[in-house]
């Protein structure tokens, strides 16, 4: 596609649930990268994929939060048993190449935990 | 790890005045240095970057300066606008696998 696509753009789950958090990565694009963005703060890496092995998943924060990414392209981040302090926007970004060159970011989605 | 500190935290400057963000970075070994502006509500775009073979890079009314000795990184803003007001991040990056941001500046544009 023209840019980087998440979904959905808004989740509003109850304390507990498991979420699925969708990116579709520009075409062609062998790197992605999730992170996490808490109200006013920064950009908190979660995990890198080059293709579909994901070779850094040092800012995963807990063994809640799982990846994945299939055929090379699309990625799901999933976070089991949700907590409130799971509440943040989570953004996707792919790169044609390593190194975090020519990062593209996606809107992200917004996660409100309940 | 890479670590990058990012100053100040906010900021705010009367429209047509500089502006000027600044970062320092842990690893010697990162070579690529982006600036991303994320406005309120919306996804960070990068406005400006640079390689640790050149030491500044200007593009119409936006500079970065490298000093890979120190190794720190400048972001300079001139004639500031109001649409300039927004959140901007640097980053450090280039070797690993991915990029290193800083915490943030909210730049503010006050007419």
């Known amino acids: 596609g023209a840019g980087v696509s998440q979904s959905p753009s808004n989740k509003v789950t109850e304390k507990g649930k498991d979420v699925e958090l969708r990116c579709d990565p520009i075409?062609?694009?062998?790197?992605l990268y999730w992170y996490r963005q808490s109200l006013g703060q920064g950009l908190e890496f979660l995990i890198y994929?080059?293709?579909?092995?994901?070779?850094?998943k040092s800012g995963l924060p807990s063994d809640r939060f799982s990846a994945e990414r299939t055929g090379g392209s699309v990625s799901t981040l999933t976070i089991q048993r949700t907590q409130q302090e799971d509440s943040a926007v989570y953004l996707c970004?792919?790169?044609?190449?390593?190194?975090?060159?020519?990062?593209?970011f996606g809107s992200g989605t917004r996660l409100t935990v309940v | 790890g890479e670590n990058v500190e990012q100053h100040p935290s906010t900021l705010s400057v009367q429209e047509g005045d500089s502006a000027v963000i600044k970062c320092t970075y842990s690893?010697?070994?990162?070579?690529?240095f982006p600036w991303y502006k994320q406005e309120l509500g919306k996804r960070p775009q990068l406005i400006i970057d640079?390689?640790?073979?050149?030491g500044e890079k200007k593009d119409q009314r936006i500079a970065v300066t490298l000093n890979k000795t120190a190794k720190h990184f400048s972001l300079h803003i001139t004639e500031t606008q109001p649409e300039d007001s927004a959140v901007y991040f640097c980053?450090?990056?280039?070797?690993?696998?991915?990029?290193?941001f800083g915490t943030g500046t909210r730049l503010q544009v006050t007419l």
């Open positions: 690893d010697s070994a990162s070579n690529y």
């Open positions: 980053a450090a990056g280039g070797t690993a696998s991915k990029l290193t």
């Open positions: 075409s062609g694009h062998t790197a």
């Open positions: 970004a792919s790169s044609s190449s390593q190194g975090g060159y020519g990062y593209t």
């Open positions: 640079i390689r640790s073979n050149v």
């Open positions: 994929f080059q293709g579909n092995s994901a070779p850094d």
